[in-house]
């Protein structure tokens, strides 16, 4: 039998009973998952909740696979507070990571309110229960959305936030006011604020990673299933910005590297007495559209389908991050690079075509 050399967790299972168990909400998601090996590979006990609302059975399989037993699963809606009151009961956890929430810029603008129910809602109902169970740390997803489009690159967490562009950006700026606020209030509750850049790429092994249900709307899904031949072609969103080659810069970042600073951000937390700190979780530094695709193409010598298309509406022109704090203070950095992070994609949709 070949070894899989992401199997790390059954060998120092027996550990964790001892360990911190940390309530994982949007466990079954795209980020969430990884997140839920990463706490596995450093000794914590992740206990998955989600309601499937955009989450898919395979990543479960896949996550069981990887770790060689089927990780603890609630179903349950966030915003159903009796019934997640009752996984509190149950697993009396000692710390939350909160990633459930609907995260579609686009279908936020035309579900404002679903997105505002879901996302403050199952927000307030998490931060009702911790302090009902006295549960005082919470690692918050949030998104470098809630800087809009920021003046000067890389951007800071200290530069000046402009209105979201979005109602997803609102939920996400209305969140992490809610949880200065209830720092301030309840100095005992201690909130890591992650705001991530462009997560993007799989699991090395290809058994997890991201699934969009129906047309993908984010670049690297769309890339991968026009190179499956699911999708005829790659629009790009305009060439005529103000950058080098004319397509938008992201800063795009590997899933493991962001899961891995959800684990840095629970041992930071840990060294606190009280804290609400937002952090900027990206490479730092900024590719643009044609560089992703070219990069796809040279590193899995696989052809993408290209046409220049007009540009989308609400698109930033450059965003990239400086992650400077998350470094110095979380002792995190990035790993993998934009290349590895296409090949694990790429590794993940021919196993999905496959399967
Ligand atoms: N793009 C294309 N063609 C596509 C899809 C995307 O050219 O088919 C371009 C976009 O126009 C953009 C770049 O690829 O220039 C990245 O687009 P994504 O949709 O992958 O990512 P965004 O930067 O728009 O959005 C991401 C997350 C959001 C988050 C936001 C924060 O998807 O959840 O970053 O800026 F809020």
Redesign the pocket.
């Known amino acids: 039998m070949t070894k899989k050399p992401w199997v790390k967790v059954r060998a120092h299972s027996f550990i964790l009973r001892s360990m911190k168990k940390v309530l994982v909400t949007g466990g079954a998601g795209y980020i969430g998952s990884h997140t839920v090996i990463e706490l596995l590979n450093h000794g914590y006990i992740p206990v998955i909740v989600d309601d499937f609302s955009n989450s898919d059975k395979r990543v479960l399989k896949g996550l069981e696979e990887i770790l060689g037993f089927a990780p603890s699963l609630y179903r349950c809606d966030c915003t159903d507070k009796a019934v997640l009151k009752k996984v509190f009961e149950a697993e009396m956890p000692d710390a939350v990571i909160h990633f459930a929430a609907f995260?579609?810029?686009g279908e936020s603008t035309e579900q404002p309110v679903r997105y505002y129910r879901n996302n403050i809602d199952s927000l307030l109902c998490v931060l009702e229960l911790m302090q009902e169970f006295n549960v005082c740390e919470l690692v918050f997803s949030s998104?470098?959305?809630v800087y809009g489009q920021p003046e000067t690159l890389p951007v800071h967490e200290k530069c000046e936030q402009k209105p979201a562009t979005s109602p997803?950006?609102y939920t996400?700026q209305v969140c992490e006011r809610i949880l200065t606020d209830a720092t301030t209030a309840n100095p005992t509750l201690r909130c890591a604020l992650l705001r991530?850049?462009?997560p993007i790429g799989a699991h090395p092994s290809g058994l997890i990673g991201e699934l969009p249900y129906g047309v993908?709307?984010?670049?690297?899904p769309?890339i991968t299933q026009t190179a499956a031949g699911i999708r005829e072609k790659?629009?790009?969103?305009?060439n005529d910005y103000a950058t080098p080659d004319g397509?938008?810069i992201?800063d795009y970042i590997h899933v493991c590297d962001l899961a891995n600073a959800h684990v840095k951000a629970l041992e930071w937390l840990d060294t606190k007495v009280s804290a609400c700190e937002a952090f900027n979780l990206g490479q730092g530094m900024g590719n643009s559209?044609k560089e992703?695709v070219d990069t796809f193409v040279r590193v899995n010598a696989t052809p993408v389908k290209v046409e220049i298309?007009p540009?989308?509406a609400g698109?930033?022109e450059q965003?990239w991050a400086d992650a400077s704090k998350a470094s110095s203070l979380l002792q995190w950095k990035t790993e993998r690079s934009l290349a590895e992070s296409l090949k694990d994609a790429w590794k993940w949709q021919k196993q999905l075509s496959i399967g």
């Open positions: 995260k579609a810029v998104s470098c959305t997803y950006g996400k991530y850049f462009n993908p709307n984010n670049l690297v769309y790659l629009i790009i969103h305009g397509t938008c992201r559209v992703v298309g540009r989308r698109d930033v965003v």
